[in-house]
């Protein structure tokens, strides 16, 4: 389908003050620039998903209230005038109003099925997933986030020849792990690739061993603002003090943490890895409307910029 091209985006060096360029080589590969809607590694996941796709079916995915990935889809639904579903986390949801991702999932013609936790749960469950065939007639069920070996090779293309070369370690945010696991799959074997998660996943290390083909990666799984979606003041303000110094927007749910953790590890020097080191921005600046909203009736600082 035209819409998923080849695509290799660039690598911008990052000044950081208090980090000697001497020391560390930063490198932030701008995969958040590929798309405005479609956040980088969404793009990834999806185009291997609809490339093949019979424009018959509608294609139903699985995602919280904020999800890039159901966003995508539906943006993706509207262009190749396909049926979507998204069902989304929390039951609750639907007796409230609707915060921006998803009122755009809507407009984008998606249809919004809400689930409580139990039945979200269920979401890789074969009998489930034979029951949402049913009521869904001729549908195609991408799973959660689009990680399926389809999703994991689109990943494996965010690397070039040269990043193989040239870089040590690389690092990247991890929801379901399938940006993580094609980036594993096409790194070369001197270097780590780093996965830093953004939740409270137990059994995400096992869903990775059974994606990858090398055992050069660690997961970093403690979270140090508390898990998905969770944030305090001085997430706010790394991120505006982030815009600030590079221009470079991040996103409140992935990105930032990931580079918080990076820049504060270093700066602490406890950093442990390479010093050559490319850092996969994701994109999902989406969900910073929301995040506004909500930082807006706690009278908190807010993100100083949208997408
Ligand atoms: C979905 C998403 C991730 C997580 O990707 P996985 O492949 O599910 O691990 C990271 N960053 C952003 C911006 C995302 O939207």
Redesign the pocket.
């Known amino acids: 389908m035209s819409f998923f091209k080849n695509i290799q985006t660039k690598n911008q060096k990052l000044i950081i003050p208090f980090i000697n360029e001497k020391d560390f080589e930063l490198y932030m590969k701008r995969e958040d620039l590929i798309h405005p809607v479609i956040?980088g590694?969404?793009f990834r996941?999806l185009k291997y998903n609809i490339q093949s796709i019979d424009k018959k079916k509608q294609l139903i995915s699985f995602g919280g209230a904020y999800s890039?990935?159901l966003l995508a889809l539906s943006y993706i639904g509207k262009y190749e005038n396909l049926n979507t579903v998204g069902i989304v986390r929390g039951e609750e949801l639907k007796n409230l109003e609707l915060n921006p991702t998803l009122k755009r999932c809507i407009e984008n013609g998606m249809k919004l099925k809400f689930v409580d936790r139990n039945e979200y749960r269920l979401r890789n469950n074969k009998v489930y997933i034979k029951k949402l065939k049913k009521t869904y007639m001729n549908s195609l069920i991408i799973p959660e986030?689009g990680?399926n070996d389809k999703g994991i090779k689109g990943c494996e293309e965010i690397l070039s020849d040269d990043d193989r070369v040239f870089f040590d370690v690389i690092c990247v945010?991890?929801?379901?792990?399938?940006?993580?696991s094609g980036l594993i799959n096409s790194s070369s074997k001197k270097q780590l690739v780093i996965g830093f998660s953004s939740l409270n996943n137990s059994n995400l290390k096992n869903d990775i061993i059974k994606f990858v083909n090398k055992k050069n990666w660690e997961l970093i799984e403690d979270d140090v603002f508390g898990g998905y979606a969770k944030f305090n003041q001085e997430l706010i303000s790394f991120i505006n003090n982030f815009y600030n110094i590079t221009k470079i927007k991040l996103?409140p749910i992935?990105?930032s943490k990931m580079i918080f953790r990076i820049i504060d590890t270093i700066k602490k020097k406890k950093w442990r890895f390479g010093k050559r080191i490319l850092i996969i921005n994701?994109?999902?600046l989406q969900s910073i409307e929301s995040f506004n909203n909500l930082l807006k009736n706690k009278k908190c600082e807010t993100i100083s910029f949208t997408t």
């Open positions: 956040s590694n969404k996941k890039n990935h986030g990680t945010p991890v929801g379901s792990g399938g940006t993580f996103d992935y990105n994701t994109g999902g």
